[in-house]
């Protein structure tokens, strides 16, 4: 029943911004992190940016001065992109290792649907 959404995903022009969210919802005891991932057509999903509960965040070379994460919330994390390029263009996961209720001693990894960014004039 865990459940990991995305959104704020659309159309923006070369130079703008738009800020992605992810909320994770359900039977949920603790998230020890949560992560963006981008997959661009015909290539492999890669790593953006990662949070931590206990404030730790980073983005990956390629997107740092541009984008930067947050986690709002225990639950949440935002990823502002900023200076948005033809290159940023493509579907946007988020990525969470949870601990389920119930299930205290084990953790697994989630994945949200995906959120289209496209970055085009």
């Known amino acids: 029943q865990v459940q990991l959404v995305e959104s704020g995903g659309g159309l923006v022009q070369p130079g703008g911004s738009l800020t992605l969210s992810c909320v994770a919802s359900?039977?949920?005891?603790?998230?020890?992190?949560m992560g963006w991932y981008r997959q661009a057509p015909g290539k492999q999903r890669e790593l953006v940016a990662s949070?931590?509960?206990?404030?730790?965040t980073a983005v990956v070379d390629s997107v740092k001065g541009r984008f930067t994460v947050a986690r709002s919330n225990l639950k949440k994390t935002v990823l502002q992109m900023n200076s948005l390029d033809p290159e940023d263009t493509a579907v946007y996961y988020c990525?969470?290792?949870?601990?389920?209720?119930?299930?205290?001693?084990?953790?697994?990894?989630?994945w949200g649907q995906g959120t289209q960014v496209t970055v085009s004039s």
């Open positions: 359900g039977d949920i005891f603790r998230i020890y992190e």
């Open positions: 949070t931590t509960g206990g404030g730790t």
């Open positions: 990525k969470a290792v949870i601990v389920k209720l119930g299930d205290a001693l084990a953790h697994s990894e989630y």
